[in-house]
Nanobody
């Protein structure tokens, strides 16, 4: 595990959480960085990414609610999640890799992964 994700927890619907990911052994500047999630019994799905062109990418399911950002000085990436819904419940993974833009939402292009942090949205 080259990346370390943190910040998950239990939150009520409509609430907010901020996930962070540190990279003590990977220089994130070199790569596209992203977040994926996996709910029980479902496949891992794309949540957000910053490409090597520094543009951000989101699926429609989280667009307008989630914001990905990076802190170059601290070599970290973050995911601000607002207006959370029960369907956002999942284990969230941060990732980095030499991903080309056409594959930005595909997990296969990311070489470095965090261990996952659980987000539970429930009342």
């Amino acid at each position: 595990v080259q990346l370390q994700a943190s910040g998950g927890g239990l939150v009520q619907p409509g609430g907010s959480l901020r996930l962070s990911c540190s990279a003590p052994r990977v220089t994130l500047d070199y790569y596209a960085i992203g977040w994926f999630r996996q709910a029980p019994g479902k496949e891992r799905e794309f949540v957000a990414a910053i490409g090597r062109n520094l543009h951000t990418y989101y699926p429609d399911s989280v667009k307008g609610r989630f914001t990905i950002s990076r802190d170059i000085a601290k070599n970290t990436l973050n995911l601000e999640m607002n207006s959370l819904k029960p369907e956002d419940t999942a284990v969230y993974y941060c990732a980095a890799g030499p991903v080309i833009l056409s594959q930005i939402a595909a997990a296969t292009g990311y070489h470095y992964w965090g261990q996952g942090t659980l987000v539970t949205v429930s009342s």
